[in-house]
């Protein structure tokens, strides 16, 4: 029979630094060519609102299923979170269906764990200062999530709502501190998260030093853009799938065709850099970037993860199909 897993049986199960760990692999195993996984399927539903079917199946590691999400800004004025999503898992041997979990906080939580593998390998090793973009889960989530793989001296939050950042400053007991603008935000950070949901952009190349990682989540579709133009010609750009961010990320698609570079300006895919089978930061004065558009293989591990340790500790509910 298999196992329903709720988001607080998900919360319980999984561990922030067991689940960077595990990304680490995954991402080395995608990049590696271990993980047969296609460029997700988008349907559009409304206005910047989608859905998406996300298949992918590690033989090695006998991880198979797919995750399904929807996408729907306008969510947030109804008091619903803007993404949803079901993953499914299946024995890799027989095809049965083992467990179905809850997605929405396996896709938050493995949004920032793969950013602190970013972090890890491609952020400078004296890195103090945090930037975050947003007020959102996704920030939340990468203020719990990245200290684990540097000591940040300071942590600054700003988004357009003063409300919002105030609270997120609030509600961080202190370790975070609220910023009047997205320019004193990012000026002298060492990390910079671009958490929002824009699809402008919304960094200037010209607030970020020298020797800073940028790290960017958003505008997953061609037709949207969250990073100055001129930071990402500037940067040593990195992805977690090539073939994905050729296909989706109007940041860098919309950089080719306007012949600001070419196809080859991305250096490498971080599983790569993590494997140490490609090279990542050059000089501590480099700008890195991450483009994060998440893939499925990040989902399967965190929900294969989740399901072995529920499973381990009685938890979540057995489901009769028949």
């Not at 995750?67 to 041997?93: Q, W, Y």
């Not at 103090?128 to 996704?138: C, D, E, N, P």
């Not at 090539?242 to 109007?250: F, H, K, P, V, Y």
Request: net charge negative; with cysteine; proline share 4%.
């Amino acid at each position: 029979m298999p196992l329903w897993l709720t988001e607080s049986d998900v919360r319980a199960a999984l561990d922030p630094a067991e689940l960077i760990g595990a990304m680490e692999r995954a991402l080395g195993a995608l990049s590696s060519g271990e993980v047969n996984q296609p460029v997700r399927t988008a349907l559009e539903i409304g206005e910047r609102s989608f859905f998406a079917v996300m298949p992918a199946f590690d033989r090695e590691r006998a991880i198979l299923g797919a995750k399904l999400v929807s996408v729907a800004p306008a969510n947030e004025k109804l008091g619903i979170p803007t993404h949803l999503a079901a993953i499914a898992l299946f024995d890799a041997s027989t095809g049965e269906l083992l467990a179905i979990a809850d997605g929405r906080y396996i896709t938050e939580v493995r949004t920032a764990a793969a950013s602190a593998v970013s972090v890890r390998h491609l952020a400078r090793a004296d890195a103090r200062v945090l930037a975050i973009l947003g007020s959102g889960v996704q920030a939340r989530s990468h203020v719990e999530l990245l200290p684990v793989v540097r000591q940040f001296e300071e942590i600054r939050v700003w988004s357009p709502t003063a409300a919002h950042r105030d609270r997120f400053a609030r509600e961080s007991h202190g370790s975070v501190r609220a910023a009047n603008s997205a320019e004193e935000a990012v000026r002298g950070a060492d990390v910079i998260v671009l958490a929002t949901n824009a699809v402008t952009p919304a960094i200037d190349s010209r607030w970020v030093k020298d020797g800073a990682h940028v790290i960017a989540l958003g505008a997953c579709r061609v037709s949207q853009r969250e990073i100055d133009p001129e930071l990402v010609t500037r940067a040593a750009l990195f992805v977690d799938s090539r073939d994905a961010a050729l296909a989706e990320s109007g940041d860098i698609v919309q950089s080719i065709r306007e012949g600001r570079f070419g196809p080859e300006h991305i250096r490498a895919e971080l599983g790569a850099v993590a494997a140490g089978r490609a090279e990542g930061r050059r000089s501590p004065e480099e700008v890195t970037l991450f483009k994060s558009l998440g893939q499925a293989i990040e989902d399967l591990v965190a929900a294969d993860l989740a399901y072995r340790r529920a499973a381990a500790a009685g938890r979540g509910i057995r489901l009769t199909l028949t």
